[in-house]
């Protein structure tokens, strides 16, 4: 499999990344010579009846002993501490593209 | 030890404080404990007032936590990790943070935006990664016990290249609780110690049940001391002969057959295995820790933590900005290859089809077991640590390095790297698998392993 630079680029927008000129074409390779790397997945013989999975065998039936709720932990600080923009309980950002806040 | 006003811990990061400002430093921490930071006094518990270090990817109370991202160069978390807060209740001292590759992404430490840890054994070598600064910080004598994690290898395999041991328990044993997310279906806490017991007195302290996990397990946690005493008599190791091929290094390999004889001398039965799919392991571990990855990491966004950059245009501008400038190369090539094989066209190829190569991995495992083999012996790494720099180009041959333990992660079990021997003067891991929850046979075949074989022994 190999990339396009405008795979990469539409990638990259889906992942919210610029690149710099000269990323691009790094990020190309990198990534054609990964997938080429993968593509030999094909050969495991997974195609025919098995299921996909994302949970490890050997997983306890118990696990979804969640019903109770919990109280969240007491926090040492307030999560505006840990926020570049905070204000009145809420994380400042900038408008989404197109829109104007109100008042303004 | 000098004692200053009762707190010898102050002494222990006065020490390695000292060591890292020299000309020896080995770039281990990213953070260490200032006198505030530390307890006047320590619980009763099986660690207390011992000194340990956390993978910078734990989140902790008092310390800075940045998973050497410049995203997250100085954030602060709110709350602390359940391994840290189990730690601290069994007595032990957070004596800092130790460096690894960023947000957990690498085999050698040299993807961590803060510069690589060294290795203690030759600091022109790397320590292996992504836990390379606990390793190392334990192989230097820094602290006796370390906290790491383990998504593909990341504690096993820095553990072979520094000479330590490093063990990753069943998914599920430790609470994944405050560590912060790369792959969600393959992380586990991990504990790295001088010795077997060392790092099995670690591991017991941080394991059992957190309802904060819903993936942590209420099975009770078993005596995991105990189980260094226990021998191997009776117990039947597999020797998988795919682990035994090409790309190993003679000299590896002489070591591991060392190992395999060790335990024939004291007890175990040998039988040849195989595992059919095991050369599938590291394609699929690619897509699938990508994947989570991609995923994962898209909460990085200049909103809610740590960095902030752009933004004077609009939203779309601060969230590219900031995850352009915050993330390093390693890990926007995860991101790329994650968001590449989720996306409309190729999930099914790639994506789904890493899903049922797992399921395959995991059951070569399971019929192994289910044949009477009690555990697996195998190296932990094709090659000894390698020179700083060697594989940097080249990222398919660093994922490489990961040949031997992506397996355990891909299908849950748990696995231990143990010191087997030197090869030119560098430390080379013999690895154990068990089934599914069976910590103490690590244990007991780790640490029969470093009796026979270790530094002392014979």
């Avoid at chain 1, 630079?5 to 054609?32: F, M, P, Q, Y």
């Avoid at chain 2, 460096?99 to 430490?109: C, R, V």
């Avoid at chain 2, 290795?119 to 292996?128: A, F, K, S």
């Avoid at chain 2, 001398?265 to 039988?271: M, N, Q, T, V």
Wanted: hydrophobic residues 40%; negative net charge; charged residues 20%.
């Amino acid at each position: 499999m190999s990339l396009s630079a405008a795979d990469v680029l539409r990638i990259a927008n889906l992942a919210k990344l610029r690149l710099a000129s000269g990323e691009e074409e790094r990020l190309r390779e990198d990534t054609t010579n990964i997938l080429e790397f993968v593509d030999r997945l094909g050969e495991a013989g997974a195609e025919e009846g098995v299921a996909p999975t994302s949970l490890t065998d050997g997983r306890d039936d118990d696990a979804r002993e969640g019903r109770r709720r919990l109280e969240p932990d007491p926090l040492s600080h307030e999560p505006g501490a840990m926020a570049p923009q905070w204000e009145d309980g809420l994380f400042l950002v900038p408008p989404p593209s197109g829109v104007t806040p109100e008042g303004s | 030890m000098k004692s200053r006003g009762g707190r010898p811990w102050l002494a222990a990061r006065d020490q390695i404080r000292a060591s890292e400002a020299g000309p020896e430093s080995l770039n281990a921490f990213l953070a260490l404990a200032e006198d505030g930071d530390m307890p006047d006094s320590v619980p009763d518990g099986p660690l207390s007032g011992v000194p340990v270090a956390v993978k910078d990817n734990l989140v902790t109370a008092g310390l800075p936590t940045t998973c050497a991202s410049r995203l997250l160069e100085g954030y602060q978390s709110p709350f602390e990790a359940t391994a840290v807060r189990r730690l601290r209740a069994a007595g032990a001292v957070v004596i800092g943070k130790t460096n690894m590759d960023e947000f957990g992404m690498g085999s050698s430490n040299e993807h961590s935006a803060f510069g690589p840890a060294l290795n203690p054994v030759d600091r022109n070598r790397v320590p292996g990664g992504s836990s390379g600064g606990s390793a190392a910080a334990v192989a230097a004598g820094y602290v006796p016990i370390a906290l790491g994690s383990d998504t593909g290898g990341s504690v096993r395999q820095p553990a072979a290249f520094c000479g330590v041991v490093g063990v990753k328990p069943t998914y599920g044993r430790v609470s994944r609780y405050g560590l912060v997310a790369f792959a969600s279906s393959l992380d586990q806490v991990g504990a790295l110690g001088r010795t077997v017991y060392d790092a099995a007195r670690l591991l017991q302290a941080v394991s059992g049940h957190d309802p904060r996990d819903a993936t942590s397990s209420t099975r009770p946690v078993p005596d995991l001391r105990a189980a260094a005493s226990r021998g191997v008599g009776g117990l039947v190791v597999g020797i998988p002969d795919e682990y035994l091929r090409d790309g190993l290094d003679p000299a590896v390999r002489r070591c591991v057959d060392e190992g395999v004889e060790a335990l024939h001398d004291a007890g175990a039965e040998i039988r040849q295995v195989s595992l059919p799919h095991t050369r599938f392991a590291v394609p699929c571990y690619q897509v699938l820790a990508a994947a989570e990855a991609s995923s994962n990491l898209a909460r990085f966004d200049g909103v809610r933590y740590g960095r902030r950059s752009g933004g004077d245009g609009d939203l779309g501008d601060l969230y590219e900005v900031t995850r352009t400038e915050g993330f390093g190369r390693e890990v926007k090539r995860r991101i790329v290859l994650g968001t590449f094989v989720l996306s409309a066209g190729y999930q099914d190829r790639y994506y789904s089809q890493a899903q049922r190569v797992r399921a395959l991995i995991s059951a070569d495992f399971g019929r192994a077991f289910n044949d009477g083999v009690h555990a697996l012996f195998t190296p932990t790494t094709p090659t000894p640590a390698f020179r700083l720099g060697e594989r940097l180009g080249n990222p398919v041959q660093m994922y490489l390095s990961d040949v031997y333990t992506v397996h355990a992660n891909l299908s849950g079990i748990p696995a231990m790297s143990v010191p087997i021997g030197t090869v030119d003067g560098l430390p080379v891991g013999g690895q154990i698998m068990a089934p599914w929850w069976g910590e103490e046979t690590l244990v007991s075949i780790g640490a029969t392993l470093e009796a026979r074989l270790g530094e002392g022994a014979g």
